[in-house]
């Protein structure tokens, strides 16, 4: 299997108690060896200044309108990948590179 930064996967996400997990789309953005940092992928209609809705949801393998959380990093061992659904389409790579720059610093 070969991730791509810019692909989106179903992944297979532990609850944060660690009791049980669920399968989510999720944005890879980078990858660290054996690890990928994800953003949060959700049908949720934006609530911050880091949520992007996707223009090309459809393009990109989704099924519904979608929002990445660049707010709600994960990072997760390439293995809890499940499948690759598709990857971004240039113009909201291109959006959500601006809003990382702008919006998505350290807060200390």
Same mark, same amino acid.
């Given at each position: 299997?070969? #991730?791509?930064?810019?692909?989106?996967?179903?992944?297979?996400?532990?609850?944060?108690? $660690?009791?049980?997990?669920?399968?989510?789309?999720?944005? #890879?953005?980078?990858?660290?060896?054996?690890?990928?940092?994800?953003?949060?992928?959700?049908?949720?209609?934006?609530?911050?200044?880091?949520?992007?809705?996707?223009?090309?949801? !459809?393009?990109? $393998? &989704?099924? #519904?309108?979608?929002?990445?959380?660049?707010?709600?990093?994960?990072? &997760?061992?390439?293995?809890?990948?499940?499948?690759? &659904?598709?990857?971004?389409?240039?113009?909201?790579?291109?959006?959500?590179? !601006?809003?990382?720059?702008?919006?998505?610093?350290?807060?200390?």
């Amino acid at each position: 299997m070969t #991730v791509t930064p810019g692909e989106l996967w179903v992944a297979d996400i532990t609850f944060t108690n $660690g009791i049980g997990s669920k399968k989510r789309p999720v944005l #890879v953005l980078w990858i660290d060896a054996a690890d990928v940092v994800v953003a949060a992928v959700t049908s949720a209609a934006p609530r911050s200044a880091t949520d992007v809705a996707l223009q090309d949801w !459809a393009e990109a $393998g &989704l099924r #519904v309108s979608s929002t990445v959380r660049l707010g709600r990093l994960d990072c &997760l061992e390439q293995s809890l990948l499940l499948h690759r &659904l598709g990857a971004l389409t240039h113009p909201d790579a291109a959006q959500l590179k !601006a809003i990382w720059d702008h919006s998505v610093k350290p807060q200390f």
